[in-house]
């Protein structure tokens, strides 16, 4: 079968034939129904982040149930399923939570996932180790709903994190209307009854932000006077939340700027910029995380909100084998919410 592989740092994605998987006893074989093509695997090719080639590219996958291994239940041939991205032992406390994002034997796992380190979903076959990592989609198409499994339980996660610290008063403020972002912004606008303020370098993003309930759009090609207009927008207490979907050192020198005493900073996009956290550099009371993915259970909870209608992804969908066109565009901005890549009909 064709496979987008991951084949070195450095080295642009190659579409290679590779077998059909076969699931052992507990495992499931899911038919792709699509993959969802996301930034941080770009960071996988350009960065050295310790996984070790060649594997399967796609981290946010959604198909059929094809074939099941011995003993799994709870599951049938032709089911829609979402397969949950970051995978755990299954039994320490954090997986025991659901919390496989967070798994205490992470480092013994030899990968974070399929796509990271194992083989994704890139493919038009992916065999997922458990039945406990699918999540029934029921009436939602995979396709649609591939990017749900990270570009929404991402944000999601972050955001839920933060909700104690959010008022009806607060402001939020989403770096970023790529992936995550624009879809940081449909669940904040379920979330919270916050004033939500999204800013993006590209204009047409922030129109969709603007369509998709943002109060403010923002452009900070011009970081100072962003920062100005933020600052104007949020009042004397600051941003209550600062969610920077991009992470690099501009969108983070922009963060710094935006909130308040007693704020959430949460930054999920995988950038690499750098902030100087020291009593004096940020402001009083001010908590800063960097949270990771999220948990199986708000994989569901993300669901039945895109099964309800309340949140969609912007999906556009690719042929498998333009893999390598799609990611170029996705480097250079040139994608609207989330391309899906979509395996030939077999
Ligand atoms: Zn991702
Ligand atoms: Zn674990």
């Known amino acids: 079968m064709q496979a987008v592989r991951f084949v070195g740092v450095g080295h642009q994605a190659r579409i290679e034939d590779v077998p059909k998987p076969s699931p ?19 960071h996988v090719m350009e960065e050295d982040l310790g996984f070790k080639p060649p594997f399967t590219l796609g981290h946010e996958n959604a198909g059929w149930v094809a074939e099941r ?15 949950y991205g970051p995978w755990g032992c299954g039994w320490c406390h954090a997986c025991q939570l659901s919390m496989e994002n967070y798994c205490e034997n992470w480092a013994e796992m030899g990968g974070f996932g399929g796509g990271l380190g194992f083989d994704g979903g890139m493919a038009e076959y992916m065999l997922v180790p458990s039945a406990r990592l699918l999540v029934p989609l029921d009436d939602l198409s995979p396709a649609k709903a591939a990017p749900l499994s990270d570009a929404a339980l991402t ?11 959010l008022h009806a008063d607060s402001t939020v403020v989403v770096l970023g209307v790529g992936g995550l972002g624009h879809m940081a912004v449909q669940l904040l606008r ?17 129109q969709q932000a603007k369509a998709l309930g943002a109060d403010d759009v923002v452009n900070n090609r011009n970081a100072d006077a962003a920062a100005e207009q933020i600052r104007k927008i949020a009042g004397p207490r600051g941003a209550g939340l600062v969610l920077d979907c991009v992470g690099v050192q501009p969108t983070i020198d922009l963060g710094a700027k935006l909130l308040g005493r007693n704020s959430v900073w949460t930054i999920v996009g995988l950038g690499g910029g750098h902030h100087d956290f ?5 402001p009083y009371g001010t908590s800063m995380s960097i949270p990771y993915w999220g948990s199986r259970v708000e994989l569901l909870e993300v669901i039945a909100m895109a099964r309800d209608g309340r949140i969609e992804v912007e999906t556009t969908d690719f042929p498998l084998g333009e893999a390598a066109d799609v ?17 030939a009909a077999s």
């Open 190 to 206: 379920v979330l919270a009854p916050v004033r939500i303020v999204a800013a993006d370098v590209d204009d047409g993003k922030l």
């Open 24 to 42: 052992g006893p507990g495992q499931v074989v899911v038919k792709i129904g699509g993959a969802g093509v996301c930034h941080s695997d770009l």
């Open 69 to 83: 291994g011995q003993g799994v239940a709870g599951f049938k041939e032709g089911d829609a399923v979402a397969i």
């Open 155 to 165: 944000p999601y996660h972050a955001i839920k994190r933060a909700l104690p610290h």
């Open 327 to 343: 990611y170029r565009k996705l480097k250079a901005g040139q994608i609207p919410g989330r391309a899906v890549l979509v395996p």
């Open 278 to 282: 020291h009593h004096g550099s940020t």
